[in-house]
């Protein structure tokens, strides 16, 4: 069966620190997103990614924040100088081939711990 | 206004209860809905979609009422394995963004 897969599983990292989320959506998804929950906290939307381009982003993604599809295959997430209130589960997402349908694909997540 | 709204929870039942979870919705031109399940510090997996006829998936069924802007999920025979989150996820319009609401925590207790 397709998943999405992303690297790393864990990442520690100091703060100030730029950090790359790597994420593999599945072959022919069209949109990708990126969300992030804090332990105990709810899942909460980052950033949509389609045709090559941020469709939609949380205020949350800020410039901090940026996202990219290098290669047609991975789509990254990368955080410039990480602050303490980072660290969360970090899910990359895929939704199917249908524009406009589908569920949410999600990725096993990267966990991302700032000291 | 929060998109999506869920009873806060958490919900601790017996094996073999019938259990409940409700949410509901800020946007009338939401075009689906969803119940993901997520256990504890896993991935949201998606359980079910929700029609509007309702459907029912085994020892789960799921409501949508549009004119109400109101979704259920009722499990029926609770399992232990049932114990997790169950979210409540919305989209807009277009169908491209997912509205998550907080979640509802089960635990199913022998």
């Known amino acids: 069966e397709p998943e999405v897969t992303q690297t790393p599983s864990h990442q520690v990292t100091q703060m100030g620190q730029e950090v790359i989320l790597r994420c593999v959506p599945i072959?022919?998804?069209?949109?990708f997103y990126w969300y992030r929950q804090i332990l105990g906290q709810k899942v909460e939307f980052l950033v949509s990614f389609y045709n090559n381009e941020i469709s939609e982003k949380s205020e949350i993604f800020d410039d901090q924040f940026s996202v990219e599809r290098p290669d047609g295959s991975n789509f990254t997430l990368k955080i410039r100088s990480t602050k303490l209130e980072d660290s969360a589960m970090y899910f990359c997402?895929?939704?199917?081939?249908?524009?406009?349908?589908?569920?949410?694909?999600f990725g096993e997540g990267s966990r991302l711990t700032v000291l | 206004r929060k998109e999506v709204e869920q009873d806060p929870g958490p919900f601790n039942v017996p094996e073999g209860a019938t259990v409940a979870f409700n949410c509901t919705y800020s946007?009338?031109?939401?075009?689906?809905f969803f119940w993901y399940r997520q256990d504890c510090r896993k991935e949201p997996k998606l359980l079910m979609s929700?029609?509007?006829s309702g459907n029912e998936d085994g020892r789960f069924t799921a409501q949508l009422n549009r004119a109400s802007q109101y979704i259920s999920l009722l499990i029926r025979d609770s399992k232990l394995s049932d114990s997790a989150t169950y979210l409540c996820v919305v989209t807009s319009f277009t169908g491209n963004q997912f509205y998550f609401g907080t979640g509802t925590s089960l635990t199913v207790i022998p």
């Open positions: 946007n009338s031109a939401s075009q689906s």
């Open positions: 072959s022919n998804h069209l949109y």
């Open positions: 997402a895929s939704k199917g081939e249908t524009v406009n349908t589908g569920e949410l694909f």
């Open positions: 929700v029609y509007s």
